[in-house]
């Protein structure tokens, strides 16, 4: 039941490889885990694996880059007039290496999400994604890393942080097992973030 403290989410995905956390969150919403539903996935990239894994969890998924669309306003045109034809009510992204248009990120003001391995502000920023985060997490002998979930601006990880939670460094940590450890936990953390916003426990805009 729909009540005023709770509005069924309707997600767009944004993602450009493999799509874990974005397959967690359409398994989540197909359980009734998360009152949402993911009415759209949008990719840079025809030939990720979130793109055939969409496709094979009958999700409407759009491939939109500047090989679709050379002019980058008319990208972001088009990835605007997706995300209205599908109902969007917000916007996840799940590992989508490109910038957001300025057309959607003013449209959509606040209610843009990014997950990124670690606990920003530490190692975020240009070039830190995949594996350079968790190296240079042990390379710096940090003892916890993290997940953090924040609002999407112009530049690369800076908007306002919306949620994080902590993970241990272990002392035989290798670049492998952190990111495995990581993204395991970024799957379910995900998850109950969105559960949160969708029962108006964290507020967006
Ligand atoms: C995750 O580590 C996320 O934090 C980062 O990109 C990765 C995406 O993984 N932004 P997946 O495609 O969801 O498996």
Redesign the pocket.
């Known amino acids: 039941m729909e009540s005023e403290n709770t509005k069924k989410l309707q997600i767009a995905i944004f993602?450009?490889?493999?799509?874990?956390?974005?397959q967690a969150i359409i398994d989540a919403c197909r359980r009734g885990d998360l009152n949402g539903e993911v009415c759209a996935v949008i990719s840079n990239n025809s030939n990720s694996q979130?793109l055939e894994k969409a496709k094979t969890s009958g999700v409407r998924a759009y491939h939109l880059s500047n090989k679709t669309h050379t002019e980058e306003d008319e990208l972001d045109e088009a990835i605007y007039n997706v995300l209205t034809e599908n109902g969007t009510n917000i916007v996840v992204?799940?590992?989508y290496m490109k910038k957001i248009g300025p057309k959607v990120l003013k449209q959509y003001k606040g209610r843009i999400l990014?997950?990124?391995?670690s606990l920003l502000p530490k190692y975020g920023g240009k070039g830190m994604?995949?594996s350079n985060v968790h190296r240079a997490v042990i390379d710096a002998g940090e003892k916890t890393t993290g997940?953090t979930i924040h609002l999407v601006e112009e530049e690369y990880d800076t908007g306002k942080i919306i949620r994080q939670c902590e993970i241990e460094v272990l002392e035989s940590d290798t670049i492998d097992t952190l990111s495995k450890r990581?993204?395991e936990k970024?799957n379910s953390f995900y998850v109950e973030t969105l559960k949160l916003i969708s029962e108006n426990v964290i507020k967006l805009q």
């Open positions: 993602a450009s490889h493999t799509g874990t956390n974005m979130a992204l799940a590992g990014n997950i990124h391995p994604y995949g997940v990581v993204l970024e």
